[in-house]
């Protein structure tokens, strides 16, 4: 909710289509109080972006790595205190007209700003940016103040499950994620977290660009229009030049500019269309906008980045036939992703943060993360609903790679009330978002937030939250499918362990059986590597993993449920007790990697009536023990991305076995599949199925498989073994393609028998590269 | 779409709260051309409101009534023709400041407006109001004419599915159902369908009063807001009078008037709440608001009810808990009404026209239709998408009678298309029609339309007309309930037959076995009764019925199913050929009337999962056959509609019998149930089940209930008899409560065997009153 203290501007600047940054940096310091109107007893140097628990570590130095240990508990008393950012400057010297504006992309969560003691404005939410122009106020020199509320948080807390602290966020439009979730520590972040300085404003200036367009039906066609906003058009003028992928200029307008806002219109023939990863290229056009004086002479100069494309989220095919008993009830949500009049298999993950403070988080961070899910042939992230939405450079990136964007309101796991209050602020918020997202290219899905239609949220579809969402994203960004939440009927989240004892089923069995139209959320748990470990568990806790150590703190042990994410029981229900933490880290990165191959292939075998495959989760805001993710904070690559990043590759032979562990004896089967989510038509090819056990390798089938069309998969014969007796406990299934050995495959399967001998796949199974 | 020739006062006029009728009447005559621009050949006498098929049919000596056998084909050729309304007037003594105006609450469906030649008006939409300044073009004779297009269609047809006529409708806001369904023929209404007049109105006027209001948590207290908008308000004065369901004043203010909208608000303590049937009274307060002049004379006056009520869409109780298996998708889809802070049992039917020319239809026609479904202790009407939304004497009825209405938008069973050109007509009708039904205590849910998430309409919840439709009753609308289409998921809708060949299951198996949260569509077809059968089949075609004959034309047989709707070959699996008409209705009445009270008492033994009953359809718009209906048309009520009555007396016992048919030796059980969906607790009772054949009766059990709490069921024993020989194949379970023979059931079953004697049920079976 933003209290307009000065009312200026702020609705223009809501989307800064790459405004060029001429910001006077401020120094900040920072101090804390008990009550609004105190003074701190003392200031520190402050870093912005930053967080307040950061700057109070160094000011006041707490043990470091905040990470390591439970060091993080340290900051657990600034939650209910005031914080205070403190800056000064001499009023800046300013040519006739000119302004002197306060800019922030954002600031965490709910606070006042004043200038020379005099507040200028009041707000909640840390999505909306902050635009006060100062220029009415200044004196020669001027001290800036902005005091943070304590964090918002609901009074109540179930003391013996400590998972429902998120409940404390449910009458807010912050981030629940940093209430304590099974694999994010309590750490309520606040502060500066985006960019923030003043801004000198000419009296003749663009406050806001952008550019929009509509496609024919066969996309060969772009009519365009640029829209621009500024002060003191009138009397100037403005060039357009649009340019190709290339550099090439395409498009080029000029004219006189009147006052309000300027729709300028265009046509462009056979724009070169925007693909997402694996189906084409992704790209981008250059928009360059020119406010020239009458004279022509640049007077200033917006550019931003176009990417043309289509998205549309369609029936799955087949789902309208699927069969019902009387009486009818809906047929599923529709959960196939279109993009430029193509299905496409959605492959990725869902994105958490990179950092639990959010506001260290770089450009360079998010690209070393995006560059690794492109590589892993991802097409789509779904940025999940207990976080924050990105900063801008992460959708940049996303676009310059082709990655599609599912992007969530901040809404996660609660039961958001229908107060006018809470939904005030989340329109703003919303609004805000909305606005700046919806330019990019990448934008694929609005979504409500997470798992909201589940009983542990409560929400449904009158929650008035989700239907003033959905309105608003309607209103601003029609073009773009929205979704409440996920999962919407059909589609399908969990499971998120190797083995379930209370079914009694393994990843193999429930997977298999299931019948989703996409699955959005899905993981098997794995250790992280053992430097990452020992990154942040003290030496002597190392091994055995203990409860109440920095196993637990770090979510091995206890999260949720006794058993997660370590789940040693499902560890030594195939392998026995751990004897070393080598053997527990090598055996616990095998099950998370041959468990969500499988649950990738899985998916991909059971197109077209799935569309889509994203695991629970991506990467990690702080080092875990043990965790759903491919990718260890702050950057450090799991064995099991490298498996998933096979069982992505755009064509692949894939089997489907029945289960994990085998003993001698027994009937081996396997259905034998080559997928091709690509648009290439795949040749005839011979396919050979081997069983490779201790020394030997025998082969179980030769299917000479007549190859398939493009974006179809083809199932052949079911290969079958007695399996014999074997000396190790690990065998591999190989499946190789005759001349195309980049879609060969290989699954690590379990033997079980008297005196075997325990192996690890060799070195190359945990740093896997096709 | 509203092409804006005239720019005034639209927009105002959508919801006039009970304007007073003031209009100077109109003598219209019609003729119809071949071209837009055309002269007709003739003029004939026109009745407005009404149709253009009727006023051709009397002008031309049409074969009547146009109901009987086959005349409604003689109307198919009227579709591609342009019809012209005409009349003449003189121009009226305006007093200095007046003006003179054309209004009209619906032309049905494209049309364009001449006065004098010129034309003044052009629009799309049968249900946005019509009002246009004509003062500034008036001679002192005038010409007024209204040039109807032909009616819109698509091109294809499916000549082997006649059904799918429908997909004519399928870019239009015209409902779609008179373009042909299972139970209406083809007969595409167009003409001046609601009151039409020309209106002087004053310098100083109202133009529109609404009412709204806030009520606290536990409803003891209404924030009351009076909002006038009008033209010459400044200078003037205002009193505005609430007064209670007895007559009495409880608010009273007064004061002057500004400019615009006028914004009065007031405080009600305790106010008498508006209840549903069964659940207390339909308590409405009356608003008068006067418009005065400085010296406090009236010069204007509008008087509007106000029923203040609360009114949710909530989860059914124990939904949240339903078990799914991994990975797990959402929740049901809330079904369960709250009003007042009370959960209901919804009870009710499918409202369809009452009319084929729904222009028709008068306020009285509504009535004795309302007070049929009031006496049936009915609280909740659907109107199904399929039709119009109906005129506002319909809502005024249900106001009064304590009447929930469910409002669908004019979609039905097509892929209604997101094409600009479309969506701008949906739009301006669905805003229009929003802004004028919002203000009924019976407005209860609002629905984008009729089985639109289902395979043979194939829209989803991306479909843009859908969002459009959610996001203005949000904006407009934003505490009534909305959701997309029925069924959404855990509603059901189906099955409409007593026995289905291809299941080899009855209905009282079928529905015994079902799991939804809400039956919003369900049927069993029965004749309609000798007298109306007589009443438009030829003598000679009465029996036995036949292809191609008034039986077909009529719905009952060949309707998109060869059986539908007699259901001849379930006839002859109970009963044989039929060997006379009387026995064909008594049968076939007597199935719909078992077969409908099973569904909805097993409807009621299914709660609290279930929350909600409403059978296919109510009434019917021309007299049919074999229908699913209640009522005939006009208004002759077919035997099923009492039993349904019966079993939905608030309290009942019931009883779930697992079949239709049996035989000596069988085991015959029943689960016994005393059913309460009222808030009285229910005392102890003696229940007592007895068999009666031929003319014995035996004793199967007898229950020493509890009695239950309000709102609640309460389950008995279930009773057992082994099938004695019977000579005639009915026989009945008659259920009955000591003391309270108001909440005694009885329950016909068949009974087959060697030499059984055929009887029917006494006459009162069909003439039932409880």
Not at 167 to 188: F, G, I, L, T
Not at 550 to 564: V, Y
Not at 732 to 757: C, F
Request: aromatic share 14%.
């Amino acid at each position: 909710m933003i209290k307009r203290f000065t009312l200026y501007a702020i609705l223009n600047l809501m989307c800064l289509c790459s405004a060029v940054s001429q910001g006077i940096e401020l120094k900040w310091q920072i101090g804390y109080h008990k009550t609004e109107t105190a003074q701190p007893a003392k200031w520190m140097p402050a870093v912005a972006p930053g967080a307040v628990q950061l700057d109070v570590m160094k000011g006041e130095n707490y043990k470091q790595p905040w990470w390591f240990a439970d060091n993080v508990r340290q900051f657990d008393w600034m939650e209910d205190v005031y914080f205070t950012y403190k800056t000064s400057f001499r009023k800046p010297q300013l040519q006739a007209g000119e302004r002197l504006f306060f800019f922030s992309r954002g600031i965490d969560y709910q606070f006042k700003i004043y200038l020379n003691g005099k507040q200028v404005w009041e707000q909640e939410g840390m999505f909306t940016y902050v635009d006060i122009d100062l220029t009415g106020d200044l004196q020669d020199n001027n001290e800036l103040k902005i005091v943070l509320m304590p964090v918002p948080k609901l009074g109540f807390q179930y003391e013996d499950n400590p998972g429902l602290y998120r409940s404390n966020a449910r009458e807010s439009a912050k981030p629940a994620v940093s209430y304590e979730w099974d694999w994010h520590p309590r750490a309520v972040t606040r502060g500066i977290w985006d960019e923030t300085s003043l801004v000198v404003r000419k009296p003749v200036r663009i406050s806001d660009v952008s550019v929009t367009y509509t496609l024919n039906e066969d996309l060969t066609r772009a009519n365009i229009r640029l829209d621009a906003e500024g002060i003191g058009f009138p009397g100037n003028t403005f060039k357009w030049i649009l340019k190709d992928p290339q550099g090439k200029t395409v498009l080029e307008k000029s004219g006189a500019l009147a006052s309000g806002t300027q729709g300028i219109e265009s046509v462009l023939n056979a724009p070169a269309l925007w693909q997402p990863n694996g189906y084409g290229e992704p790209n981008l056009y250059t928009s360059e906008f020119y406010l020239t004086d009458a004279d022509h002479r640049i007077l200033e100069q917006r550019t931003c980045k176009v990417g043309f494309r289509r998205i549309r989220l369609i029936m799955n095919e087949s789902a309208w036939q699927a069969r019902q008993p009387m009486p009818l009830t809906r047929a599923t949500a529709p959960a196939s992703l279109e993009v430029n009049n193509r299905r496409i298999f959605a492959k990725g993950s869902n994105w958490v943060h990179p950092e639990v403070f959010v506001g260290v988080v770089t450009p360079e961070r998010y690209r070393e993360q995006i560059v690794l899910a492109r590589n892993a042939h991802f097409n789509l992230l779904r940025i999940w609903g207990g976080g924050i939405v990105n900063k801008e450079s992460f959708f940049d990136i996303c676009d310059e790679l082709g990655i599609l964007v599912w992007q969530e309101f901040p809404l996660a796991c609660n039961e958001y009330p229908d107060k006018p209050k809470y939904l005030e602020v989340l329109e703003q918020e919303a609004r805000s978002i909305v606005k700046r997202v919806k330019k990019h290219a990448c934008l694929a899905i609005w979504s409500g937030g997470n798992e909201l239609f589940n009983s542990w949220s409560g929400m449904t579809d009158q929650s008035h939250a989700l239907r003033m969402l959905n309105s608003i994203c309607w209103q601003l960004d029609p073009q773009t499918p929205f979704i409440y939440t996920s999962p919407v009927y059909g589609i399908g989240h969990g499971h998120y362990i190797f083995y379930d004892k209370t079914i009694d089923r393994e990843v193999f069995q429930w997977m298999a059986s299931a019948k989703r139209t996409a699955y959005t959320e899905f993981g098997v748990p794995g250790t992280a590597n053992i430097d990452v470990l020992k990154s942040f568990i003290p030496a002597n806790d190392l091994f055995p993993p203990k409860r109440n150590t920095a196993w637990e703190i770090h979510h091995g042990m206890g999260m949720w449920r006794e058993d997660s994410w370590l789940e040693l029981p499902t560890f030594e229900k195939y392998f026995g007790k751990p004897q070393s933490l080598e053997e527990l880290v090598q055996y616990s990165q095998l099950l998370q990697s041959e468990g969500l191959k499988f649950i990738y292939e899985e998916a991909r075998r059971q197109k077209p009536y799935c569309s889509m495959a994203l695991n629970w989760c991506y990467q990690e805001p702080w080092p875990s023990a043990a965790n759903n993710n491919l990718i260890s904070w702050p950057n450090v690559v799991k064995p099991a991305y490298y498996h998933v990043a096979a069982a992505c590759r755009p064509v692949l032979a894939s089997i489907r076995v029945p289960k994990f562990e085998w003993r001698e004896g027994e009937d081996f089967t396997c259905d034998l599949f080559l997928l091709n989510d690509s648009y290439d038509k795949i040749g005839k090819a011979k396919i050979t199925v081997t069983l490779q056990y201790d020394e030997t390798e025998t082969e179980l089938m030769t299917w000479e498989c007549p190859g398939t069309e493009a974006f179809r998969n083809i199932q052949g014969p079911t290969a079958h073994i007695r399996i014999p007796r074997m000396k190790s406990n690990l065998f591999t299934i190989a499946v190789k393609v005759e001349g195309r050995s980049e879609y060969n495959s290989a699954y690590v399967l379990l033997y079980a028998g008297k005196d075997v001998q325990k192996r690890f796949p060799p070195k190359e199974y945990y740093d896997f590269r096709l």
